[in-house]
């Protein structure tokens, strides 16, 4: 690209660059990037639109564009995403978060407290990745007890240092381990189980964006033949417990809430099991609630 004379010239200039390499939503990405780069807010940078372009940041700049222009997602490249209105760090050992598990937990916080309106009720988070399940709760719940397990050692260096920037890291005990097994192992008996687990079929590979398919931590995303391989171990984990959950909330794939209400309708007997729909209207979300 040539050198921009102003700042708005380089955010142009790059949405005009992007644009032409397919980038999906071009001029987004660049005010994101240029906002990244100048240290400044959406406001800011708009105030600051006819400012000269710093000239010692040029070589930056062009490396930053570069990498998105390569398809990196941009919070790879910024290290960071919001989430229920908290910023947290991602990088490329992690899933970006999706604004749709934002209805999860929004679910999991309101049956929490109409299930447990007095107490401190223990949840469990399985396969926390950047942590925002556990640490938006732990945020929005300071009475409640909160667990997180991962398969990953670098996940969960990055969900604490998500909770340490939010001031729960205390009170997050961070489990190493298979699914549920090292709550089983310890003898854990959690009041709610909540898990957005791998889901997409092993054989969308070649369908899914560039973004996801070459960046995303591909142990994050699949979950088999037909999607469900780690619904059916957690589920065939939850008798193993000391006692079953009053509340299990999963996250799902597009047409899979049926197969795995289904799972969870074998291994006990629940006082309902109702999906909740994302903003497009797909079931994305399973909750089966038990007696107490």
Same mark, same amino acid.
């Given at each position: 690209?040539?050198?921009?004379?102003?700042?708005?010239?380089?955010?142009?200039q790059?949405?005009?660059?992007?644009?032409?390499?397919?980038?999906?939503?071009?001029?987004a990405?660049?005010?994101?990037?240029?906002?990244? +780069?100048?240290?400044?807010?959406?406001?800011?940078?708009?105030?600051?639109?006819?400012?000269?372009?710093?000239?010692?940041?040029?070589?930056?700049?062009?490396?930053?564009?570069?990498?998105k222009?390569?398809?990196?997602?941009?919070?790879?490249?910024?290290?960071?995403?919001?989430?229920?209105?908290?910023?947290?760090?991602v990088?490329?050992?992690?899933?970006?978060?999706?604004?749709?598990?934002?209805?999860?937990?929004?679910?999991?916080l309101r049956?929490?407290?109409? +299930?447990?309106?007095?107490?401190?009720?223990?949840?469990?988070?399985?396969?926390?990745?950047?942590?925002?399940?556990?640490?938006?709760?732990?945020?929005?719940?300071?009475?409640?007890?909160?667990?997180?397990?991962d398969?990953?050692?670098?996940a969960?260096?990055?969900?604490?240092?998500?909770?340490?920037?939010?001031?729960?890291?205390?009170?997050?005990?961070?489990?190493?381990?298979?699914?549920?097994?090292?709550?089983?192992?310890?003898?854990?008996?959690?009041?709610?189980?909540?898990?957005?687990?791998?889901?997409?079929?092993?054989?969308?590979?070649?369908?899914?964006?560039?973004?996801?398919?070459?960046?995303?931590?591909?142990?994050?995303?699949?979950?088999?033949?037909?999607?469900?391989?780690?619904?059916r171990?957690?589920?065939?984990?939850?008798?193993?417990?000391?006692?079953?959950?009053?509340?299990?909330?999963?996250e799902?794939?597009?047409?899979?809430?049926?197969?795995?209400?289904?799972?969870?309708?074998?291994?006990?007997?629940?006082?309902?099991?109702?999906?909740?729909?994302?903003?497009?209207?797909?079931?994305?979300?399973?909750?089966?609630?038990?007696?107490?």
């Amino acid at each position: 690209m040539p050198t921009a004379r102003t700042i708005r010239e380089a955010y142009v200039q790059a949405s005009s660059f992007l644009a032409g390499q397919g980038v999906a939503e071009a001029a987004a990405c660049s005010e994101l990037l240029l906002q990244h +780069l100048l240290g400044c807010s959406r406001t800011e940078l708009l105030f600051r639109w006819q400012e000269p372009f710093p000239v010692e940041l040029a070589a930056q700049w062009s490396q930053l564009i570069d990498r998105k222009a390569a398809g990196e997602p941009v919070q790879y490249i910024l290290g960071e995403q919001d989430f229920y209105g908290l910023p947290f760090e991602v990088g490329p050992a992690v899933l970006i978060p999706r604004p749709e598990t934002e209805l999860l937990v929004e679910a999991v916080l309101r049956e929490g407290s109409r +299930l447990f309106p007095q107490g401190a009720p223990l949840l469990a988070d399985v396969g926390t990745g950047s942590g925002i399940i556990p640490v938006t709760i732990a945020h929005a719940r300071p009475d409640w007890r909160v667990a997180a397990s991962d398969i990953s050692a670098a996940a969960l260096e990055m969900a604490q240092l998500n909770a340490q920037r939010h001031g729960v890291a205390a009170r997050v005990e961070w489990l190493e381990g298979d699914l549920l097994e090292p709550y089983i192992a310890r003898g854990l008996a959690p009041d709610m189980v909540v898990s957005n687990p791998p889901y997409i079929p092993d054989g969308d590979l070649p369908a899914l964006m560039p973004e996801v398919r070459l960046y995303e931590p591909h142990t994050a995303l699949f979950g088999g033949v037909e999607g469900l391989d780690l619904y059916r171990r957690l589920v065939a984990q939850l008798p193993q417990l000391p006692r079953i959950p009053t509340l299990v909330g999963f996250e799902v794939g597009i047409r899979q809430a049926e197969a795995v209400a289904a799972m969870l309708r074998g291994v006990a007997e629940w006082e309902e099991i109702r999906f909740v729909p994302d903003l497009q209207g797909i079931d994305r979300h399973v909750i089966a609630i038990g007696p107490r």
